[in-house]
């Protein structure tokens, strides 16, 4: 029998982040010291009220089969959560409940997607939007920013890269791996061009809780009713209420899209895991005292951190406003320290400064490293240290 993978995984690229955590963890278990801010997650237990609703649901026999879409009382919180933070009113037919905000994109792609349409990602990017988008047979077209536009794209950006063949934008904001926020004007410039194009809006907000300083968070669905109307808001408990783990995500938009993403689903997973939609229940209807916690702590740490990141040799960075990630630009500290490319100068903050990091190329942003601040401030301090220690020891 002829061994072939489909066409379809042939030229899929693997997680960076998924590969350098697991290096990371492979190297720790072996006895070495390292430092690893790789890692997309809150270093938090998610919070006790919600470990505790989702033991009493299991005592309660609440161990079956839900509907595909998710528990009616879980997307009600959802529904409640969107008046109340976004002021956007929604019905359970145009709520879906996914397994994590990454399984609610893959599958919204697979429905909205023909073969060779298009969607626009800006860079840098969260690494499974191109991915995603090509397992459903559609075409990432990239609009590239710097930190010169602090790693966000523009109205006339979008304009140019639309085609005849777009069907979609996609923006993520707070931006993994930017840390970066889109200003509401900014918003409405964009959504202007989209309904001027009638493309969609993807709009990834899972990062909406952890935001710093005066900036606030704002939907682009929040703008207009024609911007409602194209936009798909993608977000979860997974950030925000430290649940990576329980893998629950939302999407809020068209029901006709809502309706076949969820019969796509009933075919593939049957249903989130019932004892996580649960306790996420608990995570919108309870107490958000520990989001905001955890929100001042992140904010305690780039505080501390920044400053020292930004003052090593050959390291440009911006302070980002959300999120939980710092994305300096160090080519001129890998050049002079003797690599060609930062996935170089990557691997050996590894190897030799034992400090793991995630190389920006799996970003589509190749002059760049990533670093979590989701980790204590103590290791974080001593994370810089050996960076800058390597750097300075081996400038050249």
Request: hydrophobic content about 35%; overall charge negative; some cysteine.
């Amino acid at each position: 029998m002829t061994k072939t993978l489909a066409a379809r995984v042939s030229t899929l690229s693997p997680s960076t982040t998924l590969a350098i955590t697991a290096k990371a963890k492979e190297m720790k278990e072996s006895g070495i010291d390292v430092i690893g801010l790789g890692a997309g997650e809150p270093d938090y237990n998610t919070p006790e009220n919600i470990l505790e609703a989702a033991y009493d649901s299991m005592k309660e026999g609440k161990t079956k089969y839900t509907p595909s879409g998710g528990l009616p009382a879980l997307k009600d919180a959802v529904i409640a959560k969107l008046k109340v933070d976004q002021q956007l009113e929604y019905t359970r037919q145009e709520i879906m409940i996914g397994i994590g905000a990454k399984h609610v994109l893959y599958t919204l792609f697979q429905v909205i997607l023909d073969p060779a349409d298009e969607v626009i990602i800006p860079t840098p990017y969260w690494v499974s939007y191109p991915e995603q988008v090509k397992l459903a047979g559609g075409v990432p077209v990239f609009v590239e920013s710097t930190s010169d536009s602090e790693f966000k794209v523009t109205a006339d950006q979008i304009r140019s890269a639309i085609s005849s063949k777009t069907k979609a934008v996609i923006i993520n904001s707070p931006g993994n791996p930017t840390g970066m926020i889109y200003s509401k004007e900014e918003l409405q410039q964009i959504a202007e061009v989209c309904k001027e194009k009638d493309i969609w809006i993807i709009s990834d907000e899972i990062y909406e809780k952890l935001i710093y300083g005066e900036e606030k968070h704002v939907s682009i669905a929040q703008l207009s009713d024609d911007a409602k109307k194209r936009t798909f808001i993608i977000n979860g408990v997974s950030k925000s209420h430290s649940m990576t783990g329980w893998r629950i995500g939302y999407i809020a938009g068209d029901k006709e899209v809502v309706s076949a993403m969820t019969n796509l689903a009933s075919h593939s997973t049957s249903n989130p895991t019932t004892t996580s939609q649960y306790a996420a229940i608990e995570a919108y209807n309870g107490p958000q005292d520990a989001v905001e916690n955890m929100r001042q702590d992140f904010e305690s740490r780039l505080e501390r951190i920044y400053p020292q990141l930004a003052s090593i040799p050959g390291f440009r960075v911006i302070k980002p406003q959300g999120a939980f990630y710092l994305l300096p630009e160090v080519t001129e500290a890998a050049k002079r320290t003797g690599f060609s490319n930062v996935d170089e100068f990557a691997s050996a903050l590894l190897t030799e400064a034992k400090v793991a990091v995630i190389p920006g190329s799996g970003f589509g942003s190749p002059d760049t490293i990533r670093l979590s601040y989701a980790t204590s401030i103590d290791l974080l301090e001593e994370a810089v240290k050996r960076i800058r220690s390597y750097v300075e020891q081996n400038w050249k």
